[in-house]
């Protein structure tokens, strides 16, 4: 045997000896799939698939009752009793129609019902999941945006805006706007929702309600049921029934609705709540503070962005090296005291992730230039900066970053998940820009 | 099932497929961890929040034939970055009184206890990009080609970092040869 291959066998025989007694520990499995659920859920709520957690959403519930009305003359059905106390449900007889789910249908002598109804395709149910500025939603919506930047016990709002519509009879659209609000863990997060329309959001699916005044507002504080389907498919029959308090109100022409995405709320607790947001005064200036990101994915047009910042921007949907335009967000950035912003778009190709930072910034400007192993190069009359960490550097983040200003504005390349494969790549995906 | 449709159907939700995928790749996983970072709570540290990110992100894969390299990104990153948050050493010193205090049939010769140490000091001398190649290659069986993916690094590279790797293992060897105190205290006291 040579020389190498007994240092190859060498190095393979004592790695793996190293670890012959380390096993998994048993409940690092369970470990992973619970801080998956519990990030799922907060990045559910986020991403605005409140939907499926609870009621509210049931948003055309007249529609829902009404079709549900209808298949009565044509579905043998039986419906299904509630017993709010015992939560238990009754089973029935229904065939499980692909195109029927179970909803609930209405409420007796605090009982729920529940029918199996014809699937409702959610196209009339629009909903964006981005981060907008109040100013620019008040335009979308045609109704004020005023919500508290934070609420007490630490629950600050989280991103922007999310803004929610479906579409009347004569395809006018009608909008509900909602902020999420957290504290640091995530062990309480609460909901406000927003909207000029009565029925159709916050006030057709509740039940057993209660009136109560905070100042001169009349508060209504109710119960929103909410179906437990087994795998989340409502088509199976549920196993269970959810009670979810919610607590609405109207302010100046406005109607709010409050609730938790984790710990159902205590009457008293949500009535704070709702003093807390009825008295906030919502200046103008701090409209942006609350979150940093403006806006947000790739629907929003590069012009509404250079609107918003005041300055040319260069995001090409699509750039060399086969990098396509996932997203892009504005946020409010401060720098001696002056307040500025950041563009930035993402981009993904075969699973690697670009992030280009955009500000416009002092002309000498650079965040590269006096680093120790940049090198200084042009692409035509743009002086170009690259930077490139040494191995012994490496930390979690790129190793590499290329960098250019043009109109102004400083362009910052960097790989989120890893580094350039080579300096003529970046130099590739920076013609794309300069070219753009 | 093979690994691909496994991978297939992890990336539509499956959650069976899931706990198969980890069931497959967990011990391998953790042993990456635990010899890049030379720390056991770490690397169970790492390997967890390593899952959570290939189980959030797997459907991005385009390719499931290169969910090796792509995993394996994913730890050697969480490794790196969790190195450099603790700052730690590869191998403590509380490990290396476990190598004496360790009863005999985890040795088979003095030699090998010899070679053991030798390979440590090896290992500590590597810088962690070199190192993690050493690992990548000898203990999970990557190519250069898949580690030059992992690492996102040319092949060219990969090969000199396996050269410098073992001529320092190599000049270590020689150093060691000779050396069997420890081994002989180790018999003593055992």
Same mark, same amino acid.
């Given at each position: 045997m040579d020389n190498r291959n007994q240092i190859d066998n060498v190095w393979e025989s004592v790695l793996k000896r190293e670890v012959q007694k380390i096993d998994v520990p048993e409940d690092l499995l369970d470990k992973i799939k619970s801080?998956?659920?519990?990030?799922?859920?907060?990045?559910?709520?986020?991403?605005?698939?409140?939907?499926? %957690?609870?009621?509210?959403?049931?948003?055309? @519930?007249?529609?829902?009752?009404? @079709?549900?009305?209808?298949?009565?003359?044509?579905?043998?059905?039986?419906? %299904?009793?509630?017993?709010? *106390?015992?939560?238990?449900?009754?089973?029935?007889?229904?065939? +499980?129609?692909?195109?029927?789910?179970?909803?609930?249908?209405?409420?007796?002598?605090?009982?729920?019902?529940?029918?199996?109804?014809?699937?409702?395709?959610?196209?009339?149910?629009?909903?964006?999941?981005?981060?907008?500025?109040?100013?620019?939603?008040?335009?979308?919506?045609?109704?004020?945006?005023?919500?508290?930047?934070?609420?007490?016990?630490?629950?600050?709002?989280?991103?922007?805006? +999310?803004?929610?519509?479906?579409?009347?009879?004569?395809?006018?659209?009608?909008?509900?706007?909602?902020?999420?609000?957290?504290?640091?863990?995530?062990?309480?997060?609460?909901?406000?929702?927003?909207?000029?329309?009565?029925?159709?959001?916050?006030?057709? +699916?509740?039940?057993?309600?209660?009136?109560?005044?905070?100042?001169?507002?009349?508060?209504?504080?109710?119960?929103?049921? +909410?179906?437990?389907?087994?795998?989340?498919?409502?088509?199976?029959?549920?196993?269970?029934?959810?009670?979810?308090?919610?607590?609405?109100?109207? *302010?100046?022409?406005?109607?709010?609705?409050?609730?938790?995405?984790?710990?159902?709320?205590?009457?008293?607790?949500? %009535?704070?709540?709702?003093?807390?947001?009825?008295?906030?005064?919502?200046?103008?200036?701090?409209?942006?503070?609350? @979150?940093?990101?403006?806006? /947000?994915?790739?629907?929003?047009?590069?012009?509404?962005?250079?609107?918003?910042?005041?300055?040319?921007?260069?995001?090409?949907?699509?750039?060399?090296?086969?990098?396509?335009?996932?997203?892009? @967000?504005?946020?409010?950035?401060?720098?001696?005291?002056?307040?500025?912003?950041?563009?930035?778009?993402?981009?993904?190709?075969?699973?690697?992730?670009?992030?280009?930072?955009?500000?416009?910034?002092?002309?000498?400007?650079?965040? %590269?230039?006096?680093?120790?192993?940049?090198?200084?190069?042009?692409?035509?009359?743009?002086?170009?900066?690259?930077?490139?960490?040494?191995?012994?550097?490496?930390?979690?983040?790129?190793? *590499?970053?290329?960098?250019?200003?043009?109109? /102004?504005v400083n362009y910052l390349l960097s790989i989120l998940d890893g580094s350039f494969e080579s300096k003529e790549e970046a130099i590739s995906i920076a013609k794309s820009i300069l070219e753009f | 099932m093979d690994e691909i449709n496994l991978i297939r159907r992890c990336q539509k939700g499956d959650s069976e497929a899931f706990d198969i995928l980890f069931k497959l790749h967990s011990k391998k996983a953790l042993h990456t961890a635990y010899l890049i970072s030379g720390s056991r709570h770490l690397a169970e540290e790492i390997v967890q929040e390593s899952f959570i990110q290939c189980f959030k992100n797997i459907n991005k894969l385009n390719d499931p034939q290169k969910f090796r390299s792509w995993f394996y990104r994913i730890i050697v990153r969480y490794s790196w970055k969790a190195i450099s948050k603790e700052k730690i050493n590869d191998i403590d010193i509380e490990d290396d009184a476990n190598i004496c205090s360790a009863p005999d049939e985890v040795f088979e010769t003095i030699e090998s206890l010899e070679t053991r140490k030798a390979v440590r000091r090896a290992l500590d001398k590597l810088t962690l990009p070199l190192k993690t190649v050493v690992i990548l290659y000898y203990f999970n069986g990557l190519s250069t080609k898949e580690i030059s993916k992992t690492l996102n690094c040319m092949q060219g590279t990969v090969k000199s970092r396996l050269y410098n790797a073992r001529k320092i293992l190599s000049k270590e060897l020689k150093q060691y040869k000779s050396l069997s105190k420890c081994g002989e205290e180790c018999k003593i006291n055992g």
């Open positions: 801080e998956m659920r519990n990030e799922k859920n907060i990045n559910r709520t986020f991403m605005n698939n409140i939907r499926e %957690l609870f009621c509210p959403f049931q948003l055309n @519930t007249l529609r829902v009752i009404l @079709t549900a009305f209808v298949c009565v003359s044509f579905i043998t059905a039986q419906i %299904l009793i509630f017993s709010e *106390n015992a939560r238990v449900f009754a089973l029935d007889s229904i065939n +499980n129609a692909l195109t029927l789910v179970y909803r609930i249908v209405g409420y007796e002598d605090g009982e729920y019902k529940v029918d199996k109804v014809p699937l409702e395709e959610p196209e009339w149910f629009y909903h964006d999941s981005v981060f907008y500025a109040d100013k620019y939603i008040e335009q979308i919506v045609g109704f004020p945006i005023c919500f508290p930047e934070a609420l007490s016990d630490d629950c600050n709002a989280f991103y922007g805006r +999310n803004i929610y519509a479906v579409e009347d009879q004569n395809k006018n659209k009608i909008y509900m706007v909602s902020t999420i609000y957290s504290n640091n863990t995530g062990s309480n997060i609460i909901v406000l929702e927003t909207s000029k329309d009565k029925e159709n959001y916050f006030f057709g +699916n509740i039940y057993n309600t209660k009136n109560y005044k905070v100042g001169n507002k009349e508060v209504i504080w109710g119960e929103c049921p +909410n179906l437990v389907f087994p795998n989340n498919d409502p088509r199976q029959k549920p196993i269970d029934l959810e009670i979810t308090h919610v607590l609405l109100w109207e *302010n100046n022409g406005v109607y709010y609705r409050l609730w938790s995405a984790n710990n159902d709320i205590s009457v008293d607790e949500g %009535l704070r709540l709702v003093e807390e947001i009825i008295d906030n005064k919502c200046p103008e200036n701090t409209k942006f503070k609350h @979150t940093g990101v403006l806006y /947000g994915k790739n629907d929003i047009s590069n012009d509404d962005v250079i609107n918003m910042v005041g300055h040319p921007v260069r995001i090409p949907d699509e750039l060399n090296e086969g990098f396509s335009l996932e997203y892009k @967000t504005v946020s409010t950035i401060t720098e001696n005291g002056q307040t500025g912003y950041e563009v930035c778009g993402y981009y993904e190709q075969d699973n690697r992730h670009l992030k280009i930072t955009m500000v416009k910034i002092d002309e000498n400007y650079s965040a %590269l230039k006096n680093l120790p192993s940049t090198e200084v190069l042009n692409i035509g009359d743009v002086k170009c900066y690259w930077y490139e960490q040494n191995p012994s550097e490496l930390e979690y983040k790129s190793d *590499n970053f290329f960098e250019f200003k043009i109109d /102004g | -």
